[in-house]
């Protein structure tokens, strides 16, 4: 009688145990969503932009014109698997504005537009990719 008594009290630690790890395992998951979204930006490089193509359906920059506010930032993701750059003004003419160096995949960055305007630019890498940040 003992001997079950002590079972049954073994199993429902074990129970709890893994009840408690799976409740505390829920943030973490929740964090890990928010950090996606957070990384999710305003502006996508796709995969294979890497390659000429993307131009032809204005497709090299998700979208490749984007409209914001003064003093918000627009966010770019790079979501291909090859390394891009987002750069100001053009690739002939290169405006010393933003740049931020080359990107790994999935890396991001981010810009804050404190002036009204119409801002061009490209990566540096691959010269067919172009977007504009339109700031209101
Ligand atoms: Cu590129």
């Known amino acids: 009688m003992l001997k079950k008594i002590t079972i049954l009290g073994i199993s429902v630690v074990i129970i709890l145990v893994i009840i408690s790890y799976s409740i505390s395992d829920n943030p973490t998951e929740k964090n890990n969503d928010e950090l996606q979204l957070i990384v999710k ?18 497709r090299c920059y998700v979208p ?18 090859a390394f891009h750059s987002v750069t100001s ?28 305007g119409t801002y061009d630019y490209f990566c540096t890498l691959h010269p067919w990719m172009k977007g504009q940040v339109i700031v209101e």
Not at 42 to 56: A, F, I, L, W
Not at 64 to 77: C, D, P
């Open 41 to 58: 930006g305003d502006v996508v490089m796709p995969s294979k932009v890497s390659r000429p193509g993307c131009e032809e359906m204005d």
């Open 64 to 81: 490749s014109i984007i409209t914001t506010e003064t003093g918000k930032q627009v966010t770019w993701v790079n979501e291909d698997s």
């Open 89 to 116: 003004g053009f690739y002939d003419a290169p405006s010393d504005l933003f740049d931020s160096g080359y990107l790994d995949p999935s890396e991001s960055f981010a810009f804050t537009f404190t002036e009204s």
